[in-house]
């Protein structure tokens, strides 16, 4: 299985960016999907979380910022980011837990 992100960029304070995660030869149907993030010299942390019927959990850093979605029909993974700040800079990376696949990741970089 593999998963490909994308929509990653360079924005400023207050900007939005939507990342996309393609899904192809994972039980994307029957999984639950997440959002990590790794900023430099920091671990990856947890974003969103999304199960196979779309109930969401954040964590409390990006909570009423961001949102995630996903289309089980094209197996895509979304994430809606508002509002980003300089500490969202990281490299975003989508993860398929049903067999613990990961994207290769997408960079996302909030500067004036």
């Known amino acids: 299985g593999q998963l490909v992100e994308s929509g990653g960029g360079l924005v400023q304070p207050g900007g939005s960016l939507r990342l996309s995660c393609e899904a192809s030869?994972?039980?994307?149907?029957?999984?639950?999907m997440g959002w990590y993030r790794q900023a430099p010299g920091k671990e990856r942390e947890l974003v969103a979380q999304?199960?196979?019927?779309?109930?969401?959990l954040y964590a409390d850093s990006v909570e009423g910022r961001f949102t995630a979605s996903r289309d089980n029909a094209k197996n895509l993974l979304f994430l809606q980011m508002n509002n980003l700040q300089p500490e969202d800079t990281a490299v975003y990376y989508c993860?398929?837990?049903?067999?613990?696949?990961w994207g290769q990741g997408t960079q996302v970089t909030v500067s004036s």
């Open positions: 030869g994972v039980m994307f149907n029957y999984s639950a």
């Open positions: 999304i199960t196979t019927d779309g109930i969401t």
């Open positions: 993860k398929a837990y049903f067999g613990g696949i």
